[in-house]
């Protein structure tokens, strides 16, 4: 179990988001534009409300492109130099130890025999000795909100 992002699919959708607000007329002369940094996205505005509006065409174009907003964790809106905004919104990637624990924990009060999880490094490695008990497991962490975004990688058939 893993919580990646796809780098390639935030920088399509952070050029297209760039280039509606471009072209839109509600973004003439605001001077909105979005950087994409290592582990982050800097959004700048002239007003409050253009940054708004520029962070909603962002996040529909993230979701377009299969991108979980649950990966972003955007940060306070700042007064910057000539009377603009800006916002930095982090990008989270890997499980934390603190999100591990808590996903173990869960695995573990599940109570379903023959199940082990482990942490490694910044992924959860869950093993069972029947695969329909690993499903079981996979089943019932789609359904409950972790907060962070959750991809099953390696499963063997």
Excluded: C, Y
Aim: no cysteine; aromatic share 4%; hydrophobic share 35%.
């Amino acid at each position: 179990m893993v919580s990646e992002i796809d780098m390639q699919e935030v920088r399509n959708a952070v050029d297209q988001a760039s280039r509606e607000a471009a072209t839109r007329f509600d973004f003439k002369g605001t001077d909105s534009h979005i950087d994409l940094g290592e582990n982050e996205l800097r959004l700048n505005s002239s007003t409050e409300d253009r940054l708004r509006a520029l962070n909603q065409v962002l996040e529909e174009k993230l979701v377009r492109r299969h991108v979980s907003l649950k990966a972003l964790s955007p940060g306070k809106v700042e007064e910057a130099a000539k009377s603009t905004v800006r916002q930095t919104i982090a990008l989270n990637a890997g499980i934390s130890a603190d999100n591990a624990r808590r996903l173990n924990r869960f695995i573990k009060d599940m109570g379903r025999k023959g199940i082990s999880s482990q942490t490694q490094g910044d992924q959860l490695r869950v093993t069972a000795k029947k695969r329909d008990d690993l499903q079981a497991v996979i089943a019932a962490l789609k359904e409950e909100d972790f907060g962070i975004p959750l991809q099953f990688t390696n499963f063997r058939d």
